[in-house]
């Protein structure tokens, strides 16, 4: 037996190379579009072209009739199939029924309408197009504030105020905070509809066994265990013979999240047809039919001594929910509802939500889901009551935060931030641009007729969603650890990756728990039928929730694996580390491998111990984590143009404890460019027809490489107490960090001209008709 | 976004591809323009000749103090031409500003400016080129005046059945700038002006300004040439004659800029690429 007790390279913390990225690369990873069934037909949806109408008639004949087609379905077929679900719940809340195909009505531009089913993609498509659908086109309404002006046109003709429910919620005494207060600031502040846009489009795969009632649907999701509940319960299907695969998924960003008709519709077409069928989303599609983010109207009032001490704030949110409520549609606002106080002390808030029905597409989770509203919201307002007090933006920012002592800290809103040292991020962005200097170049360039621009963003979030009685499907998530006989290390975990790398970070946490390479380790995820069951990849919870899961599952089974060593070396104590357990009395040592052998060989048995080296762990999280941050922004702007100039851009976050800093940093730097992508370019425009305008790469501005600026990042440490790991989530840090960090920038270098708020995106236009029209005045 | 069914053919002469198109067919070039509205279905031509490979419509080469270019030479061969780069810099420097590298890979010089999009680079340059297009047909060859072949948005003076052959540009001893303002999503130009000034003697000898994106049609800003035409070229002289490049022109509007900013941007963009073609001549 070995007897070397050398101690192996330990991996958790350090720059490891995705271990995803090779498939990635080299274009031999599986997507839902790459998986081709024996016998596999193909379907193509046909959509409504209108906002709203009524459906007086459907012929359905001419495509049933075109070649290769072998089923044609629509509303009537699918009535009793199940409806889409919604998984939130609010008091008195209205929830439309949602069908997989249009009934009698259509209520946005893209509502699926009929399915057409072909030997090819190409037929089916053809197809769709030979389907007569008679619309009698009504008036649709596609502005959430314009929905609930009275006499608006229903978009469901039972709720004539267009109205899915109202919210409420209150802490302190928000009256007498705004009685006592030296100053009141009040703004109406949007934050527009996005399209997500995740780089691969949905698709789905179904395959309905009769023989077995074995049912395999390979969708592009986030959450599969959910995706096979949620059928298993519309398709009054055993759950057990439901197999549910996400492959490759590229991307999610929250729109990944939902069950969608599709997915329903998919499989119940398999189940008619006796075939696999397929049905890949276009990319027009994609703008149309998966759920888009955002779509607030918020109006703020903060009230404030003169001091700058926040005493009150008061939030009304209109938010744009579209036709339908998708999973968690409802849920959205409430999530700005609990971050409206962001990182300041203020006990007295009010907040009340209405959610308005439109003629667009479902809102959903994207990217922060409610937080970046919340903290756009926050910060902008803070920075207004700054300018009115006079105050630099850093000042009132250090007077309001949490103190270091006040942790675990309740809020207004009835959350517990877990730690904190707010200042911390602050004051290092501070360092990295010296800021005192900044500001005196700033005030040089405006002598000089420049519009410059210094913009701070202290943001706070809700990260590790969550504990299970603040979700809709549990917040919990799972682990398995597997030695096989080998010693080789498999990992099932309940998440579902999508582009984060927790292949390679919790290969990191496994190899290092067992002291062993992390060549060694192999993560499984996103096959319902290997993962004992999971929660899935959103939230930020990936790691936080599903990396601790995997942390105590290794604890589980490192006693066991001491028994082992024990017998095997025949000694009464081991310790186990570096991937051997020892015994210290005679120095001697035996691997992991050689325990893992002879667990399976099983010739003897320790004492009340079983054969095989398994452990599950399911894990609750006691509370959600709170990553915060500072984003500072330099801006300039060209006043002939309107256009705006990027000139640094620091990020300096606190993710708590990093297990891989490429992997935080990429986060970081994706997360910006999203934020900056609604701060500056990007817009889901629907006309007053519900007609999507910007529903092409061409017209909807997406990032691209080279209109990104530097991102110089860095990152203060504040380990959460929410875990054993300390790790707090990074998903959406940049996100939410970046939208407003850039506005306030922007304003601030408008500033001068009279400028106290400017809504998103900052469109060249929109600044240059500022500029000009305070060129009028002053000329 | 799948497109319906049509017939492809990829000739193996240009008499082949002309006689193919002289029987309706559509002809397909980079296809930057043509594929993505086919997927939309906003195309639906039932038969493609494929152009860009025909070997003898790729080249660029100097004749008689002209240069031709073929008209599937790829936005990148214009762009990184070396001859190009000396002697006609502004063709290439606009050929550098379309879509995106793979855009540039592909598209074609002809297809471009055969499609006629009213936001496209090339014909800015091309009309402050004094360009000519020669249009070739079965049994016709014939050369228009880039003024002349820019007719309305997506309509040129090609006749069915008619291709761009070639673009003949000048041996350009001119000091030149193409500016443009991008459409942020498209990379397409909100406004794009193409300069070219010659001095003799000290002052502005020659002058020549297209733009493109404004509105219909790409045009020559003749108000501001002849206003510059005689000048020192001052600031002032720049400015005041950047002022009238968008004279008696009806400016489109869209979701990224309304008429109004386009004017705008037109004056801004012709001062920026009038101080820059100066600085050259």
Known sequence: ?779 | MISQSFEYTAPKTLDEALGLLAEGAKPLAGGQSLIPMMKLRLATPERLVDLARLRDLNYIREQGGNIHIGATTTHYEVESSTMLRVKCPLLSATAACIGDVQVRNVGTIGGSVAHADPAADYPATLQALEARVVLKGVKTERTVAAADFFVDTFTTALEPGEIVREIVVPVDPSGTSYQKSYQPASGFAVVGVAARILKSGGKISQVRIGVTGLSNCSYRATATEKALEGKAGSAEDLRAAAALVAQGVEANSDLHASADYRRHLATVYAERALIAALAKA
């Not at chain 1, 989303?281 to 955002?294: A, D, K, V, W």
């Not at chain 1, 290390?489 to 309940?494: A, K, R």
């Open chain 1, 1 to 779: 037996m070995a007897t070397i007790a050398t101690k192996p390279e330990t991996f958790v913390g350090k720059r490891i190379r995705r271990r995803e990225d090779p498939r990635l690369i080299t274009g031999t990873a599986t997507y839902v579009d790459d998986i081709k069934l024996p016998g596999m037909y193909y379907a193509a949806i046909l959509r409504s072209p209108h906002g709203a109408a009524k459906i007086r008639s459907i012929n359905i004949k001419p495509a049933l009739a075109a070649k290769g087609v072998v089923a044609v379905f629509t509303g009537k077929d699918t009535e009793h199939a199940g409806m889409v679900p919604c998984g939130a719940a609010l008091p008195g809340l209205r929830v439309p029924p949602h069908h997989l195909l249009a009934m009698d009505r259509v209520y946005f531009v893209g509502h699926p309408v009929a399915a057409v089913v072909a030997a090819d993609r190409y037929l089916a498509a053809d197809a769709a197009e030979l389907i007569e659908v008679d619309y009698d086109v009504k008036q649709a309404v596609a502005d959430p504030e314009k929905a609930l002006a009275s006499g608006a046109p229903a978009v469901h003709p039972q709720w004539p105020d267009n109205t899915a429910f109202t919210f409420h919620q209150e802490g302190g005494d928000v009256d007498k905070a705004f009685a006592e207060a030296d100053v009141v600031v009040k703004q109406r502040i949007t934050s527009q509809r996005l399209v997500p846009n995740a780089m691969e489009t949905r698709g789905v795969v179904a395959d309905w066994r009769a023989a077995e009632r074995a049912l395999t649907v390979f969708t592009s999701t986030q959450a599969p265990h959910t995706v096979r509940s949620l059928l298993a319960q519309i398709l009054g299907l055993e759950e057990n013979r439901l197999r549910v695969v996400a492959p490759e998924v590229g991307g999610g960003f929250g729109s990944k999240i939902d069950t969608y008709a599709e997915e329903i519709l998919m499989a119940f077409v398999a189940m008619k047809i006796h075939k696999p069928v397929k049905w890949i989303e276009s990319r027009r599609e994609n703008f149309l039919c998966t759920i888009h983010g955002r779509g607030h109207v918020d109006f703020y009032e903060i009230a404030a001594k003169r001091d700058g001490e926040i005493t009150g704030i008061k939030l009304k949110i209109i938010q744009d929910l579209g036709a339908y409520l998708q999973l968690l549609t409802p849920a959205i606002p409430t999530l700005s509802v609990l971050m409206m106080p962001g990182l300041y002390r203020t006990k007295n808030v009010r907040a009340d939500v209405v959610g308005a029905f439109t003629n667009c597409m479902a809102t959903d989770a994207y990217r922060g889901a409610g937080r970046p509203e919340a903290t756009h919201g926050i910060e902008r307002m803070v920075d207004m009551l700054a300018a009115e007090l006079q105050m630099d933006p850093v000042e009132i920012r250090l007077k309001n935060f949490v103190h270091n002592d006040e942790f675990p800290f309740p809020t207004a809103t009835g959350l517990v931030y877990d730690s904190g040292d707010y200042a911390a991020p602050l004051r290092k962005a501070m360092e990295v641009v010296d800021y005192t200097k900044l500001r005196a170049e700033q005030a040089d360039a405006r002598r000089a007729g420049k519009l410059m621009g210094i913009g701070i963003c202290t943001y706070g979030e809700l990260c590790a969603v969550g504990p299970s009685p603040a979700t809709p499907v549990g917040g919990w998530e799972s682990a398995q650890v597997k030695i096989e006989p080998s010693g080789k290390v498999t990992v099932m975990t309940g998440i579902s990756p999508h582009g984060q790398g927790e292949e390679t970070t919790f290969a990191q946490i496994a190899a290092d728990e067992l002291g062993v390479d992390i060549d060694e380790i192999l993560v499984s995820h996103g096959d319902t039928s290997l993962v004992q069951y999971g929660i899935g990849t959103y939230g930020s919870r990936g790691t936080a929730v599903g990396g601790t899961a995997l942390y105590f599952a290794l604890q589980d089974l490192k006693p066991k694996i001491k028994k082992w060593g024990a017998m095997l070396l025949d000694a009464e104590e081991v310790t186990f580390e570096g991937g051997k357990c020892t015994d210290h009395k005679t120095g001697k040592s035996v691997t992991i491998q050689e325990i893992a052998a002879a667990s399976y060989r099983a010739m003897r048995l320790p004492a009340n111990t079983d054969p095989g080296l398994t452990a599950t762990h399911f894990w609750e999280p006691p509370n959600f984590t709170f990553p915060f941050g500072a984003h500072l922004v330099v801006t300039e702007v060209d006043r002939a143009t309107g256009n705006i100039a990027i000139k640094r851009y620091i990020a300096v976050d606190d993710c708590g404890n990093i297990l891989n800093p490429m992997l935080v940093e990429g986060q970081v730097h994706g997360g910006v460019a999203q934020g900056l992508g609604q701060a500056l370019w990007e817009q889901a425009v629907y006309d007053d027809n519900g007609q999507l305008i910007t529903g092409e790469f061409t017209d909807y501005t997406m990032p691209r490489a080279h209109m990104m600026p530097f991102i110089e990042t860095s990152h203060t440490i504040t380990p959460t107490t929410v875990n054993p790991l300390g790790v707090k989530g990074v998903g959406e840090a940049g996100t939410i960090g970046a939208s407003p960090a850039v506005v306030n920038s922007v304003v601030d270098a408008l500033s001068p001209l009279g400028v106290r708020h400017l809504d998103m995106p900052l469109t060249p236009e929109k600044i240059w008709k500022i500029v000009s029209k305070a060129a009028g005045r002053t000329a």
